[in-house]
């Protein structure tokens, strides 16, 4: 079984700090997901990673993935509060529609 | 261009009753992805389908839950004599009709299922 440990579980920042959020695993994905959910909504794709050592980039927030594809972090530059929701990260190997999904970090930041 | 609708968005069930989940995938999408998500914790995969076929089951309990996308009409799926413990964001997901590796998947905002 594959299983995708998220850490920290919980982030409570202010406004304009920096954060990473960890995505681990013992597994080799093909492809990794980030995806961002607020509350009573489904979860939104923030970006896709598929080749290891890729670092996409989107506006503040940095996409990292391992160069063993096991692993990714997602970087936020100077956290606004609309950055506030559960990021969640997802592996698939086979399509990105079955995936197995981290249990997310929530983040909070404070104005 | 609608997204992946799912309805209701809402569901309360008295525990013995069935609860159905319908599920209408984004326009040219034949891939249908059912997840469930409890508080506080990631989603976890159920079911994957294409019209008339079920690709991929792993993620069903074994009784009680089943699942289809017919050739017309949105996928369903049914919770049979439901439990406290079915309740849960239920989430569905569509993929391109050529899904292949890496392909990106989209979701809808899920149906909230409360038991009582």
């Known amino acids: 079984t594959q299983l995708l440990e998220q850490s920290p579980q919980f982030l409570s920042i202010q406004e304009g700090e920096n954060l990473t959020v960890y995505c681990n695993s013992s597994s080799v994905f093909s492809s990794l997901q980030w995806y961002r959910q607020e509350p009573g909504e489904g979860p939104v794709l923030l970006v896709t990673?598929?080749?290891?050592?890729e670092v996409k980039k989107l506006k503040r927030l940095t996409f990292q993935f391992g160069d063993a594809r096991k692993d990714s972090s997602l970087h936020i530059t100077a956290a606004q509060p609309g950055d506030t929701g559960l990021y969640l990260c997802a592996g698939s190997n086979t399509n990105a529609g079955k995936s197995t999904f981290g249990d997310g970090t929530t983040l909070t930041v404070k104005p | 261009n609608a997204g992946v609708m799912q309805n209701p968005r809402h569901l309360v069930r008295r525990r013995g009753q069935e609860a159905r989940l319908r599920c209408s995938p984004m326009k040219g999408h034949s891939h249908v992805y059912w997840y469930r998500q409890l508080p506080e914790e990631g989603l976890k995969f159920m079911v994957y389908l294409q019209k008339e076929n079920i690709i991929d089951e792993s993620g069903m309990p074994k009784e009680r839950f089943s699942a289809e996308f017919p050739k017309e009409g949105p996928s369903i799926l049914r919770i049979q004599q439901v439990v406290r413990g079915d309740s849960a964001a239920y989430f569905c997901a569509s993929s391109l009709r050529t899904a292949f590796l890496n392909t990106e998947a989209f979701f809808g905002q899920g149906t909230r299922l409360t038991v009582v």
């Open positions: 990673v598929v080749t290891g050592g």
